[in-house]
């Protein structure tokens, strides 16, 4: 059975592989995590500890001064030594977030979709946004981002209103 986890160092082989099948996906844009890395580089053990380190400080409030900056927390959807997906929950939001972004988004990597892994991550997810201070999150999604929308739907969501390309639902937590 998968579980969150925070990122680590160990999986360093296995992110790597996803991020390359994320960038042959023709079905849906790049994922933004993936355009922030650079694959060639992270094959060094130290840079990608040193990449880890920073996912995992971004937690902090203390981690970014710019004006957009908002602590969020990575997570890593695992099953034995594989990385399945990731997921990002964001502590709070700006009024841009608001419209595009909101509390959680995720990616499941090209290999393992269809087989219930990102309706499962975010099932996993909630009581961690709970747990953040999170009670009800907001979720945006492409309003033609059919499977993104069952998930959320899946796990509760409730359609608030399209804005822009841009349909957002609201996840109770608990
Ligand atoms: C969208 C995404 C997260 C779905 O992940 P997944 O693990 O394949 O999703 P699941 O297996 O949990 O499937 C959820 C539902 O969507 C359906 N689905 C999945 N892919 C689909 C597709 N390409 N077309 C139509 N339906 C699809 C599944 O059949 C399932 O439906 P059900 O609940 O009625 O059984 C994944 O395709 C992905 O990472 N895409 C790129 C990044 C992205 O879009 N992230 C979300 C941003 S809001």
């Not at 023709?26 to 060094?44: E, I, M, Q």
């Not at 957009?68 to 997921?87: A, C, I, K, N, S």
Request: with cysteine; net charge negative; hydrophobic share 45%.
């Amino acid at each position: 059975m998968p579980e969150l986890i925070d990122p680590t160092p160990d999986l360093r082989t296995s992110f790597l592989a996803a991020v390359a099948e994320f960038r042959a996906d023709r079905d849906y844009p790049t994922p933004w995590f993936v355009n922030d890395v650079d694959p060639p580089a992270l094959t060094d053990a130290t840079a990608f500890t040193a990449y880890v380190t920073r996912l995992l400080g971004e937690q902090d409030e203390a981690a970014g001064r710019a004006e957009w900056f908002v602590p969020m927390t990575t997570l890593w959807w695992v099953e034995g030594d594989q990385m399945l997906g990731r997921l990002a929950i964001r502590h709070r939001l700006t009024p841009a977030l608001e419209k595009v972004g909101g509390h959680i988004g995720y990616d499941v990597r090209p290999s393992a979709r269809r087989q219930g892994h990102a309706t499962a991550m975010l099932a996993a997810a909630l009581p961690i946004a709970r747990s953040l201070g999170i009670a009800e999150a907001l979720l945006t999604v492409d309003a033609t981002n059919v499977a993104s929308r069952r998930v959320i739907e899946t796990n509760g969501g409730r359609f608030i209103d399209t804005v822009g390309e841009k349909c957002r639902y609201r996840v109770t937590t608990t």
